[in-house]
Nanobody, 123 residues
């Protein structure tokens, strides 16, 4: 499956941003999706994951309560809504597809990745 993230951008602290990721090439509703992020010099880290039908979600502690992952299988798209953004949320954000219906937090469980989109939180 091919994944293309929306453009991130520059957001002020306390602001909100919604990322989207469009999938093509395979049956989108057959697999779970995830969002990860990476800061230069650090390992890529888990942000959020959602099961094939959106019935189950899981979040990293760092974004819990400030983020919401969702999906629209009719549009082959997964979203990440982030609110009350902090400077430490600055990173390249990646969406990923797991060729399995159940969600996962380990990046090694994912099979396809988007190219990444830069999100910068700064005043």
């Amino acid at each position: 499956v091919q994944l293309v993230e929306s453009v991130g951008g520059l957001v002020r602290p306390g602001g909100s941003l919604r990322l989207s990721c469009a999938a093509s090439g395979r049956t989108f509703e057959a697999f779970a999706m995830g969002w990860f992020r990476q800061v230069p010099g650090r390992e890529r880290e888990f942000v959020a994951t959602i099961s094939w039908n959106g019935g189950s979600t899981w979040y990293a502690d760092s974004v819990l309560g400030r983020s919401r992952i969702s999906r629209d299988n009719a549009k082959n798209t997964v979203y990440l809504q982030m609110d009350n953004l902090k400077p430490e949320d600055t990173a390249v954000y990646y969406c990923a597809a797991r060729y399995d219906p159940s969600m996962a937090t380990d990046q090694s469980q994912y099979d396809s990745w988007g190219q990444g989109t830069q999100v910068t939180i700064s005043a």
